[in-house]
Nanobody
Framework: QAQPVESGGGLVQAGGSLRLSCAAS????????MGWFRQAPGKEREFVAA????????YYADSVKGRFTISRDVAKNTVYLEMNSLKPEDTAVYYC?????????????????WGQGTQVTVSS
């Protein structure tokens, strides 16, 4: 079964940066909006950012606006999440997924084909 593969997580100090990658190849993902979510221990999975296939539209959670940037390279079938000015509250497992229902592009219920996630830990 097709599944995105996330990478790029790690341990970083507050104020630092990381770039996450999500490799999502094949027709399963072509032409679909893709999104990033995160889940901290004991918390629900929350929306972080999403991008249309063309990259013409991008969406961000208020908590990451101005700090995170989502982008995609169609030729490489890869979606990126550039994270700057990281805070300890950004610590979570980050997932990418396909947005199958554009009416719910901010809600995890509108997504399928989830990756395994990559851990991001921000120390204070």
């Amino acid at each position: 079964q097709a599944q995105p593969v996330e990478s790029g997580g790690g341990l970083v100090q507050a104020g630092g940066s990381l770039r996450l990658s999500c490799a999502a190849s094949g027709r399963t993902f072509s032409t679909y909006r893709m999104g990033w979510f995160r889940q901290a221990p004991g918390k629900e999975r929350e929306f972080v950012a999403a991008i249309t296939w063309s990259g013409s539209s991008k969406y961000y959670a208020d908590s990451v606006k101005g700090r995170f940037t989502i982008s995609r390279d169609v030729a490489k079938n890869t979606v990126y999440l550039e994270m700057n000015s990281l805070k300890p509250e950004d610590t979570a497992v980050y997932y990418c997924a396909r947005n199958r229902d554009s009416d719910y592009h901010l809600d995890p219920r509108g997504y399928d084909y989830w990756g395994q996630g990559t851990q991001v830990t921000v120390s204070s």
